[in-house]
């Protein structure tokens, strides 16, 4: 007699003991997976990673033409990475392509293209992939950053900051996926911001646009991980403070040498290594992630306190 015909002849009573005992047990297993999960990811902190290598891998960078993205081709090319340069300046991005033509080391391409447009996005893809081959490894970088109060912003501010702030990532996502797909493997990459993390004044609509960042790729992770290609696509999502990249003019703060406008190679540096660590998530520095973590603990009005005593603010342009 089966299990299925032993619960059918069971009383309701001894079924719902039944299934709680299994609800229990669940439970239980489920406790021990994530201990076992906090004792590796402690370790992991203490111990020497290997880098996964990247060289040979065919890397897409949007934004590439200044900045972040022209660093993270640079750098990339170092690791002798077949690199895509994607911008719509085409003075920034041929500027950047001899650049790292000139390191004489991995490939390097450029396209122009407005990455808000998604004719044009796919267009580009299905280009890539016939002059190059499929991508593997995505890197959303490109970004605008309006720095007004809300009712300084326009409509057109608004709109343009979604479009490329946001919709970008899903028609690079409806372009590329499929090539990591058909391989079986990729990464993809997205550049969100501390104020993906916690609002900041002067960047409302820019804020917004980086909490839709994160949630993209928490949500995409966890579609893909249930279906067949669960572990196969990696996922990371940066989320840097400031950076000295033209973006942000002015940013103040109580303890400046503590939150200090970040260096464009050095923000390249730490995205490149959190990718081939495969890392899920990464705060710049490091510790502001944990810093938010914890506040998000306490009532919302400390938080609000502790906000005041950084006193932190980004300046209207």
Known sequence: ?????????????????????????????????????????????????EL??????IVLITGAGHGIGRELVMQYVANHSTVICVDINEKNTEETLQKAKALKKGSVHSYICDVSN???????????????????????????????PLDK?????????????VFAHFWTLEAFLPHMKEQNRGHIVAVSSMTGLVGMSNLVPYSGTKYAV????????????????????????????????????????????????????????????AQRLELA???????????????????FRCSILLFDYMNCAVGCK
Request: proline content about 6%; overall charge positive; charged content about 20%.
């Open 1 to 49: 007699m089966t299990s299925q015909n032993i619960m059918s002849n069971t009383s309701p009573l001894a079924k719902r003991i039944f299934d709680i005992i299994q609800d229990v047990f669940d439970l239980f297993v489920i406790f021990v997976q994530i201990a076992l999960e906090i004792f590796k990811t402690t370790v992991d902190k203490f111990l020497p990673r």
């Open 52 to 57: 996964k290598d990247v060289s040979g891998e």
């Open 118 to 148: 998604r004719k044009a996005v796919l267009e580009m893809a299905a280009q890539v992939k016939r002059d190059i081959g499929p991508v593997s490894i995505l890197v959303n970088n490109a970004g605008i950053m309006p720095t007004q």
């Open 153 to 165: 912003q326009t409509e057109e501010d608004i709109r343009r900051t979604f479009e490329v702030n």
């Open 214 to 273: 994160r949630g993209i790729m928490e949500a995409l992770q966890i579609e893909l991980h249930e279906g067949p290609y669960k572990n196969l696509i990696k996922f990371t999502t940066i989320y840097p403070y400031a950076v000295d990249t033209g973006l942000c003019e002015s940013i103040q703060s109580r303890f400046p040498s503590f939150l200090a406008m970040l260096d464009p190679k050095y923000v390249a540096r730490k995205i490149i290594k």
């Open 281 to 299: 998530n990464l705060s710049l520095p490091p510790y502001m992630q944990h810093l938010n973590n914890w506040a998000r603990l306490l009532p």
